[in-house]
């Protein structure tokens, strides 16, 4: 009885020692996170894969892994981003990286951003963002301000609010329209009558823009 009480405390104390062990060693999820959170600043422009229904389609059209996209600003504190989905709004960081698929996510920032994103110039992108705030999301990707899809928003900010373009704009013939899975989306959208004139700005034009630089990409 004696050896089976001294082989319990045995196995209590190494299970303990273990666990300590993994615990030490082991780096939280949420401070990984919060490290980088940090590091974001009001302007910054964060892209994703988006899992919604036409995300395959805008891919293949644009030939790019991303399909949406916002701005981060700080809110209290914490980032939130401003988003064209259903309708117009900010959605915490948090909410908005696990709408995407894996998770994953890049975020940019304007090159000399320091200089450039003045106080009054970020108050300013704001006033001009708020306009659009509870806008519905634009399924036809029209270039007017009575609906408004994600990279447009985003580039709209930037052009009013500073005069800057990120991304040069094209038009929908521009892009790649063979695919099977984006002749079905167009064919949803518009019928026999696709807009092949209309202008449009991509995620995928803003992405590579050489005005921004990469500052962080997870995972």
């Keep these: 009885m004696r050896k089976n009480f001294f082989f319990l405390l045995f196995l209590?104390?190494?299970?303990?020692?273990?666990?300590?062990?993994?615990?030490?060693?082991?780096?939280?999820?949420?401070?990984?996170?919060?490290?980088?959170?940090?590091?974001?600043?009001?302007?910054?422009?964060?892209?994703?894969?988006?899992?919604?229904?036409?995300?395959?389609?805008?891919?293949?059209?644009?030939?790019?892994?991303?399909?949406?996209?916002?701005?981060?600003?700080?809110k209290d504190g914490q980032p939130v981003?401003?988003?064209?989905?259903?309708?117009?709004?900010?959605?915490?960081?948090?909410?908005?990286?696990?709408?995407?698929?894996?998770?994953?996510?890049?975020?940019?920032?304007?090159?000399?951003?320091s200089d450039i994103l003045t106080e009054e110039k970020l108050e300013q992108m704001k006033v001009i963002g708020q306009k659009f705030s509870g806008k519905p999301y634009d399924l036809y990707f029209e270039w007017t301000d009575e609906r408004i899809y994600c990279s447009e928003l985003v580039w709209k900010i930037y052009k009013e609010a500073l005069g800057i373009e990120i991304g040069a704009l094209q038009l929908l013939s521009d892009f790649d329209l063979s695919n099977k899975a984006v002749k079905q989306k167009l064919a949803e959208r518009y019928g026999n009558q696709i807009p092949m004139n209309e202008k449009v700005i991509s995620p995928a034009a803003m992405f590579n823009s050489d005005l921004l630089e990469t500052i962080y990409s997870h995972p």
């Design 81 to 113: 981003v401003y988003e064209a989905i259903q309708p117009v709004k900010l959605t915490p960081l948090n909410q908005w990286i696990e709408r995407g698929k894996k998770n994953h996510y890049v975020v940019k920032r304007l090159k000399k951003a």
């Design 12 to 74: 209590l104390f190494t299970s303990a020692v273990i666990y300590g062990v993994f615990r030490f060693y082991e780096i939280p999820k949420s401070s990984v996170f919060s490290r980088a959170e940090n590091a974001f600043r009001n302007g910054d422009i964060i892209f994703q894969t988006s899992t919604s229904g036409q995300s395959k389609a805008i891919q293949l059209a644009t030939n790019s892994e991303y399909s949406h996209m916002g701005i981060i600003y700080i």
